[in-house]
């Protein structure tokens, strides 16, 4: 059973950034696409950014777009959001997902596996 485990979040003020990770139990996990989403109270779960299974296709949100960075090292299995210029608007849980696909994809119910979530809070 593949296990995602994200880190990284805490309380930072607007303007900080965050380095979230997002650690997988296989290898396998080299083979797709792998997405970050938030939720905020209240609200729906949202798509951040995704990056297919190479690296070499990568999207975000216009929300973040210019302030987030999404990579990964397949080697360790690992997937990583750069957050810059936070504002209090980002503050949310955010997930790491599996896609089932290679590329990424719009809809979440692509999306097959997922960590606990890690909590980002931006105040001052």
């Known amino acids: 059973q593949l296990q995602l485990v994200e880190s990284g979040g805490g309380l930072v003020q607007p303007g900080g950034s965050l380095r979230l990770s997002c650690v997988a139990s296989a290898s396998t996990l080299g083979s797709h696409a792998i997405g970050w989403f938030r939720q905020a109270p209240g609200k729906e779960r949202e798509r951040v950014s995704c990056i297919s299974s190479t690296g070499g296709s990568k999207n975000y949100a216009d929300s973040v777009k210019g302030r987030f960075t999404i990579s990964r090292d397949n080697a360790k299995n690992t997937v990583y959001l750069q957050m810059n210029s936070l504002k209090p608007e980002d503050t949310a849980v955010y997930y790491c997902?599996?896609?089932?696909?290679?590329?990424?994809?719009?809809?979440?119910?692509?999306?097959?596996?997922w960590g606990q979530g890690t909590q980002v809070t931006v105040s001052s």
């Open positions: 997902a599996k896609s089932r696909f290679r590329f990424c994809e719009v809809s979440i119910t692509n999306y097959d596996y």
